[in-house]
């Protein structure tokens, strides 16, 4: 309860404390989720766990990949537990000629949050973070709350190695998991990429996080 309460109060401070989350730069958000002292779970999975924030629903769930549910927004959660077993961490960097791109680093481990501009008033959200991934299609004025959740969800994720050894097998480097709304980027990787096409008919909220 004490640290599902310290998170709780991380983002109370994002919205209304010492950060607020909508005049905040998107450096400001990641370094306030990533330095809180402790983290906690109110989400499970079969081989991790994580802090859900207040007014995120799961609409779909298996191993390795979550479909998440907020006012109209759909995020997308892969959890790459083949590089985790495998202690396998990519080389992360800037990427240009996006709307932003960012790299952080929070003791050894290296995250990155990328925003692209698509069409009109949309844009999509990536963030890479602890061996997971959220992506998001959110309007302009609420990508400061798409990376506030997205951070708060990858760095609070904590990996079951029993479980997760159990669940993918002796052979670690042939595990493939894809649902529907996702494609599969190459065949030398094991991310997933959003099918645009599920997107069309999305009906965007104003409003993530009050």
Do not use: W
Request: proline share 0%; hydrophobic share 35%.
């Amino acid at each position: 309860m004490r640290k599902k309460l310290v998170l709780i109060l991380t983002m109370l401070i994002l919205t209304t404390g010492c950060v607020n989350i909508q005049n905040a730069s998107i450096e400001e958000i990641v370094n306030e989720v990533l330095n809180s002292k402790e983290t906690g779970y109110n989400h499970t999975n079969d081989g991790f766990k994580y802090y859900l924030p207040s007014g995120i629903d799961v609409i779909y769930k298996d191993e390795y990949n979550e479909i998440l549910k907020s006012k109209g927004y759909t995020y997308y959660l892969y959890v790459d537990l083949v590089k985790y077993i495998n202690n396998s961490v990519d080389t992360v960097k800037e990427e240009k000629d996006i709307y932003y791109s960012h790299v952080f680093k929070k003791d050894d481990n290296e995250g990155i949050v990328n925003v692209y501009f698509k069409e009109k008033n949309s844009y999509l959200v990536v963030l890479e973070y602890n061996h997971a991934k959220v992506e998001v299609y959110v309007k302009k004025q609420d990508i400061n709350d798409a990376v506030a959740n997205a951070i708060i969800i990858t760095s609070s994720i904590n990996y079951n190695k029993n479980i997760i050894q159990n669940m993918i097998g002796k052979d670690l480097t042939t595990v493939e998991e894809e649902v529907n709304v996702f494609e599969i980027k190459d065949d030398s990787s094991s991310t997933l990429q959003i099918d645009d096409t599920y997107h069309e008919d999305e009906k965007y909220d104003s409003e993530i996080i009050r």
